[in-house]
């Protein structure tokens, strides 16, 4: 039995009037009235049917890595804290591993490339857990998540059972994914993930080559290469949010019809945009913040990161609500200066 479960060795124990301000990354305060933590996926159905807890709203918490609490939580906050990692087979050359979703991702990441398995490296220190990867299709430097997964084991709530999705039926888009689109239904207990042999290293990224190069391994690089030099990037980039409150990419990068994008890169020559299939544009969102004057911006403790425009901080004693409201003020310059919408990235609640 390990601390946290209950007398049963299986039960967990619910902790109630739970403080969730280690929880989330923003650091904000709020509670929950019960909280959960479960360390043996078995528990989860009887967690979940728990009389008292199952007609309550339900929050499935990682690492809080991509949500803004903007007020206390009238329900149960669940806790996945499973984590074993288990290689389960190999599909022909490709190896299939397994992770259990409360295993923190960038430690997944590295147990990956240590063990000589490429496809993740450029997805480094990302702050989260593995159950929380699939949820919004973590991406970075030319790479998705998606392009890993071989399946992703839930729990179904409208089914009450467990249950496995390929990856056609997750549904994966541009931060997007069958399980952020029905977000109540599905509770991610692992992913499985698929290493191809094939592996080669995505450098589509000048910046990720610029880093290679300074450590003379471009053309020798392997997944461990390529994985220190993202999160090198990374800690340079982006404000590490065990030193400053954050949830990484406050906002989405905006998707256009090509003739929009067009039209704005007539009148802004500067303005950053790459094509992205199917006749549209994605543009920078982190262009248009910092376009707008706000980079560096402060409502009292609530900031827009001065490192990366597209980041939003809490500098110290910020509520969710103040920077609900910041992201709001950010959304009213940027469309007032630009007529582009930008969409919030973490769950707000
Ligand atoms: N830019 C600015 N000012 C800024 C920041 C960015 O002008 O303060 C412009 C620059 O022109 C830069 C361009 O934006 O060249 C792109 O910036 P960056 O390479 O940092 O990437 P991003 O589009 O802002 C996306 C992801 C990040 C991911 C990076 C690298 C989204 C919403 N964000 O950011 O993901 O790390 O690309 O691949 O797609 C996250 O989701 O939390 C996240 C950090």
């Not at 299986?10 to 019960?34: C, H, K, Q």
């Not at 592996?199 to 300074?214: F, K, T």
């Not at 392997?222 to 980039?237: C, E, G």
């Amino acid at each position: 039995m390990s601390a946290g479960d209950g007398p049963s060795g299986t039960a967990p124990l619910i902790e109630r009037d739970a403080d969730l301000s280690r929880l989330n990354t923003f650091g904000v305060a709020a509670r929950a009235a019960g909280l959960a933590r479960v360390r043996d996926l078995d528990a989860l159905p009887t967690v979940l049917d728990a009389p008292e807890w199952r007609d309550r709203p339900l929050l499935v918490l990682g690492e809080g890595s991509n949500v803004l609490l903007t007020r206390d939580f009238d329900g149960l906050v669940l806790r996945i804290e499973a984590q074993r990692i288990q290689q389960s087979h190999w599909a022909g050359d490709d190896a299939v591993v397994r992770a259990e979703a409360g295993r923190g991702w960038h430690d997944f990441v590295r147990w990956s490339v240590d063990a000589g398995f490429g496809g993740l490296e450029n997805l480094s220190l990302i702050p989260g857990t593995v159950g929380a990867a699939p949820i919004q299709n973590i991406g970075a430097y030319g790479v998705e998540l998606a392009a890993c997964i071989e399946a992703v084991e839930v729990y179904d709530r409208a089914t009450r059972g467990f249950d496995l999705l390929d990856r056609t039926a997750c549904a994966f888009g541009y931060r997007d994914s069958v399980f952020k689109r029905e977000p109540a239904r599905r509770i991610v207990t692992a992913v499985r993930f698929r290493f191809g042999s094939d592996w080669s290293p995505v450098l589509s990224y000048p910046g990720v080559r610029e880093e290679l190069a300074a450590r003379g391994v471009v053309s020798t690089s392997t997944p461990a290469d390529v994985s220190d030099a993202v999160s090198a990037i990374r800690a340079r980039k982006l404000p590490d949010p065990r030193v400053l409150g954050n949830a990484g990419s406050f906002f989405k990068n905006p998707l256009l019809p090509q003739a929009e994008a067009d039209a704005l890169v007539a009148r802004h020559p500067g303005m950053p945009r790459w094509d992205a299939g199917g006749g549209r544009s994605k543009i920078s969102a982190g262009w248009l913040i910092e376009q707008a004057g706000l980079k560096g911006h402060r409502e009292g403790d609530a900031g827009v990161s001065a490192q990366h425009a597209l980041v939003l901080v809490n500098h110290g004693r910020a509520s969710g609500a103040q920077l609900l409201a910041l992201a709001r003020h950010v959304q009213g310059v940027v469309h007032a200066r630009f007529g582009v919408h930008l969409e919030p990235e973490p769950l707000i609640l």
